[in-house]
């Protein structure tokens, strides 16, 4: 049974008006197309205006189109839900889920002229002001950026710019303008009565304030202007898409905390009361506690391409109990989520056509044998050289996580600590001293720990044990101990995981493996650090992971990221340096993750903790940043960031964006999704300073999916 919602439908049964319409003419409606160059007071004269009050104002209750219309430009008035559903579309920003949109023009050298215009046809508002408003007796509209410096900050701008959007979750009505447009609040006050006297909903609009600064103007609203806000409309918001994909399997509802200690099959679908902090692959997730995008599920998710979705009371819902221990398929769409039995056939048939491709590892280059400080790791290519080939080599070398950090060390506005790396020749020579590699190879054939998830979990405890009990070659430990005392003294340094099997274009296996502090002081502790991340290739989640994927276990190589840790965090956090809610590219922005502190991290928090939770239009005029939750871990009202940190970040994402495009982005050839995965620390260096910025990573996203 489909989760998708027929918008009229839902339009007429939630508010009880426009009923009858349905995208058909209703008794006494006008079915005639309505055209852009009609104004306001032209429409009222052919539609029905008997309907529903607000604050004096008759509203239209009557369509003006018929089902069979072919959807015009614009029209000066929406009577029912029919007319919405013609000119609406999904908005630019899909922050919070299940909105459709109609954007609205009203022409103040018009009489104060308001259109509704077809959001399809026109995306954007230019598009249709320059094509329908301009010319012949009216002044001519621009290029785009300067009708987009005029109207959205002129005081004497000829447009007053907006959007009506109808979110489904909380069924609410709210006008909305650009998180940088600089109207005033009369601007607005016009703008809202006159949207509110022409649609059939009009009693049930309000305001929605879309940044911080728009809510700051929003304070000066008169009262006839009610408010909602970005926390109340997510509140009523029951679905969530994280990562749109479609998967066959067995649904599975089950605790977070009895799948700790639950052997998984790859094939189930899982529905989870809370969100866990680590998981096998699964083919679906559903959980019923609200995930961030950058969660570590649901990075996971991405990295696998497979569906990702929160749904409030996803654990006593019906659809999904009555399929309990069946096989599905589960669709997570970006407006609508469906689950339908299958058959195993069904599912069988599926999965042999979406094998996942095997992965082949980059063979290791054993050759390197300096501790090389991380600004020469990823040498800088030469004139007409590639960035994507010249970080590839390194990888080989000094892994995944290293190979980026150099690039970042050499980046202006990217702070990070000096740090320099254990190539991968030093773990090769410590599993062969050791006689790992032949323990793994008879492992890994053995037939009851390939059939056997306990068996595995079991024999892999041991393996790790084994490995964080072996002896370091003597050479590496005299070059380490050097290096420490001479470019590290006193400092404990964290020493960390940067594979041949992570942080790769294609797969970056986020969260895969760990890092371990050691204090250079006791020198058994930073043996323990080195081996015990050493180890952590052979984690029972990581090793399922290349499993899935076809990767050979003897082919993985954990070079070493090496640098003072990070005893006094102020805040930690992840970004993306680009708006994972827009799909068209007209709503640029960074999304930006950040927790107060350092015990909690901000990819695994414990439940019920929530953290800031931001889009940050960094390269838009005013810097808008809109909050889409907050920290509960500070006071009510106060943000993590200060609003200096916060611009010394997007200077930062900026920079990180632009410098990884020759190996990822548009100067690489791409001209989809693009974005780097960065994660950051907020340090405070002394007591009363205040805390800066220093970057731990970069890494390419794989996107929300399709």
């Known amino acids: 049974m489909t989760r998708a ?20 003419s209703a008794p006494g409606s006008t079915a005639d197309t309505v055209a852009a160059g009609d104004t306001a007071a032209d429409a009222d004269a052919g539609a029905d205006t008997t309907g529903d009050d607000a604050g004096g104002i008759t509203l239209p209750t009557a369509c003006l189109l018929a089902a069979s219309d072919p959807a015009p430009d614009a029209l000066p008035a929406l009577g029912c839900a029919g007319d919405f559903e013609a000119l609406a579309s999904e908005p630019l920003d899909t922050s919070i889920p299940g909105a459709r949109s109609v954007k609205v023009v009203l022409d103040r050298l018009g009489g104060d002229a308001l259109y509704f215009q077809n959001s399809v046809t ?22 785009l950026s300067e009708f987009n410096t005029t109207e959205y900050f002129s005081p004497d701008r000829r447009f007053l710019l907006g959007a009506v959007t109808y979110y489904a979750g909380p069924a609410a009505w709210a006008l909305e303008i650009a998180p940088y447009d600089t109207a005033s609040p009369a601007m607005i006050a016009t703008l809202f009565d006159a949207v509110r006297a022409h649609a059939w909903f009009g009693a049930e609009l309000a305001f929605h304030p879309t940044s911080v600064a728009v809510a700051a103007t929003a304070e000066g609203l008169p009262a006839s202007v009610p408010i909602v806000t970005t926390d109340t409309l997510y509140a009523g918001v029951d679905y969530q898409p994280l990562n749109l994909a479609v998967a066959y399997g067995r649904l599975h509802l089950i605790t977070a905390d009895a799948l700790a200690a639950t052997y998984v099959p790859y094939r189930d679908i899982v529905v989870l009361d809370h969100v866990p902090n680590d998981i096998t692959v699964v083919a679906g997730i559903i959980t019923e506690e609200f995930q961030t995008p950058l969660s570590h599920i649901n990075v996971l998710s991405q990295n696998r391409r497979t ?5 409030r009371g996803a654990m006593t819902n019906p659809e999904l109990l009555a399929l309990d221990g069946g096989w599905v398929r589960l669709e997570v769409g970006a407006l609508a989520w469906s689950v339908t039995p299958a058959t195993l056939d069904e599912a069988d048939a599926w999965w042999e056509q ?10 290791a280059n054993l050759s390197v044998t300096d501790l090389r400080d991380l600004a020469e790791v990823t040498p800088e290519p030469a004139a007409g050289g590639s960035l994507r080939t010249a970080i590839a080599d390194a990888v080989r070398a000094f892994g995944g996580k290293a190979a980026h950090y150099s690039v970042l060390a050499r980046t202006a506005d ?46 892999l405890a041991s393996f790790r044990a084994a490995i964080s009990g072996g002896a370091v070659d003597a050479d590496l430990q005299r070059a380490l101990k050097l290096k420490l005392a001479l470019e590290y003294p006193g400092q ?56 899935y994927y076809g990767v050979d276990h003897a082919a993985v190589v954990m070079p070493l990221l090496v640098h003072h840790n990070f005893p006094d965090e102020a805040a930690n956090g992840v970004a993306l340096t680009a708006n994972p809610y827009d799909a068209t590219g007209l709503q640029p922005g960074f999304y930006i993750n950040v927790q107060y502190g350092g015990d909690v991290e901000v990819v695994h928090p414990p439940a019920g903790t929530t953290s800031d939770e931001i889009i940050y239009q960094y390269g838009e005029p005013g810097q808008p940043v809109s909050y889409l939750a907050h920290s509960n871990l500070v006071a009510s009202g106060a943000t993590v960031l200060t609003s200096t940190q916060l611009h010394q970040l997007g200077r930062a994402l900026t920079a990180i964006h632009a410098r990884f495009s020759p ?12 974005a780097m995965d960065v994660e950051f620390k907020f340090e405070s260096p002394a007591a009363g300073e205040p805390a800066t910025l220093v970057v731990k990573q970069a890494r390419p996203n794989p996107g929300r999916g399709e």
């Open 307 to 311: 569906p990702n979705m929160g749904l």
């Open 663 to 674: 190996a990822y982005g548009p100067l690489a050839g791409n001209n989809g999704w693009y």
């Open 122 to 143: 026109y995306p954007i508002h230019h598009a249709f002001v320059s094509a329908n408003l301009s010319g012949g007796a009216l002044p001519v509209v621009g290029a």
């Open 5 to 24: 919602r027929v918008l009229s439908a839902l339009l007429a049964g939630a508010l009880g008006v426009g009923a009858g319409c349905d995208g058909e």
């Open 492 to 547: 404990s340094m964290r020493f960390r995981s940067s594979t041949n099997s992570e942080d790769l274009d294609g797969f970056p296996c986020a969260g895969c493996y760990e890092s371990h502090t050691g204090d250079a002081g006791d020198w058994a502790d930073v043996l323990d650090a080195i081996r015990d991340t050493w180890a952590s290739a052979f984690l029972f989640r990581t090793f399922e992971e290349r499993s």
């Open 354 to 363: 979406h094998k996942p491709t095997p992965v082949t590892l980059p063979a």
């Open 414 to 459: 990217v702070p990070v600590r000096p740090a320099f790396a254990i190539p991968a020749f030093y773990y090769d020579q410590f599993m062969r001293d050791n006689g790992l590699y032949d323990r793994l190879a008879a492992m890994t054939t053995d037939e009851a720990f390939r059939a056997d998830p306990a068996v595995r979990d079991t024999q």
